[in-house]
């Protein structure tokens, strides 16, 4: 007979089965079209995948180095200096990562201290707050505009202690697709200056921006870039979430110290995949073209909604589009979304998750990163909601 009794405290007590896990079996279980999780529906570059392959059959499937191989993390500074005319060290301030949740989770484990507090503007997306908590770390949200998603940067300003460690930005964000701008940082930097506190800059979308907007990284802001880790990630560029290949980039001390911890998480991440990205990068048009592709797809979608019953602003950068259903149903947005799954057979996701307390603006999320064909099927069930 068993004589184990589980006396496991958990340290993680009140965090659910994340919404994506939750949305994206839901529409497996009901054959809904899944617009919630943000993942493409059409194949990566055949041009990727060769060199994947040509990397495997020349022998590059050991260990790679824990950092990561050297030519990728030069072709990387190389992006940034041609991109944003800065310059990071290839050697000591860039690391390669299985992914970008895996980056962010590893910048606060080597940052965040019991008791150190964290600004984090909410919604946010579901991975920072939990790592946060982990290593003792106490989460403060600040909610941006329900309508505008601007941040109030007064509010920073008075929440901001002599716990403050750390503050999160996510530009593009997710789930709203605002852009953060030139002002922002501005504020922002203004704020930081002459303190300790430190920037992680969620930027995965950097990419991925529309109607001529720019994106501002943390890097073009001396006093940010003095204090930021930076975390962009390969899979939201390049189609294939599920490569899970990411990197982070940051001043010597700081990668010092990301290091200590990536080492004894992941160690190092796929070999050949890396090799293929050194070669497949430096070529800018492979990441240049990305804004203007995204863009016709959320124009696409978005002119297929004319006709509906929901309301919107078009997304202004990743590949998410937020829309508005208060002129249809006085539901929340969590029991309309499960609806809208099992009986329209369409899979979004609820923005109230990532808000504070849960709030409820009448908001879904939906991913537009699908084949024209899948965003005309979506289109045409809500039309008819």
């Not at 946010?124 to 909610?143: M, R």
């Not at 809208?340 to 057979?345: I, N, P, R």
């Not at 999320?365 to 809500?382: G, M, N, S, V, Y």
Request: proline share 5%; aromatic share 10%; charged share 20%.
């Amino acid at each position: 007979m068993p004589t184990y009794k589980n006396s496991l405290k958990s340290k993680l007590p009140e965090v659910p089965t994340s919404i994506f896990s939750v949305m994206s079996s839901l529409a497996n279980e009901h054959k809904a079209i899944n617009l919630s999780q943000g993942f493409p529906n059409f194949e990566t570059s055949k041009e990727l995948i060769n060199l994947v392959n040509k990397a495997m059959l020349s022998g590059k499937n050991q260990y790679a180095p824990m950092p990561g191989i050297f030519s990728l993390r030069r072709a990387i500074t190389t992006k940034m200096e041609n991109l944003y005319g800065v310059s990071y060290h290839p050697e000591t301030e860039v690391t390669i990562t299985a992914g970008a949740t895996q980056a962010i989770f590893t910048a606060i484990a080597a940052t965040v201290n019991k008791g150190d507090e964290v600004i984090i503007f909410k919604p946010a997306y579901d991975c920072y707050e939990p790592a946060i908590q982990l290593f003792g770390g106490v989460p403060i949200a600040i909610q941006l505009d329900p309508e505008s998603f601007s941040i109030d940067w007064e509010e920073v300003k008075k929440v901001i202690n002599s716990k403050t460690k750390m503050i999160i930005i996510n530009t593009p964000h997710n789930p709203s697709g605002r852009v953060l701008s030139e002002k922002d940082m501005l504020q922002l930097e203004a704020i930081l200056k002459d303190t300790s506190i430190l920037l992680l800059s969620d930027e995965v979308y950097e990419h991925i921006i529309f109607d001529s907007e720019t994106h501002q990284t943390a890097a073009l802001y001396p006093v940010l870039a003095e204090r930021a880790f930076i975390i962009a990630s390969f899979g939201k560029t390049f189609h294939n979430t599920g490569w899970k290949i990411g990197y982070c980039i940051a001043p010597i001390a700081l990668t010092k110290e990301f290091r200590k911890i990536h080492q004894f998480n992941v160690f190092s991440v796929h070999h050949p995949t890396q090799a293929a990205l050194a070669s497949y990068i430096s070529e800018p048009e492979n990441y240049l073209n990305l804004g203007s592709f995204y863009q016709e797809k959320r124009d696409l979608f978005l002119s297929y909604l004319k006709e509906s019953r929901f309301k919107f602003t078009p997304s202004k950068g990743t590949y998410f589009q937020l829309l508005n259903f208060e002129n249809i149903t006085e539901e929340g947005d969590y029991d309309f979304a499960i609806r809208l799954t099992k009986e329209a057979k369409i899979a979004s996701v609820p923005i109230s998750v990532f808000n504070t307390n849960n709030l409820d603006t009448k908001v879904l999320r939906f991913c537009f990163a699908k084949t024209d064909e899948t965003l005309k099927q979506a289109a045409k069930i809500l039309c008819n909601i």
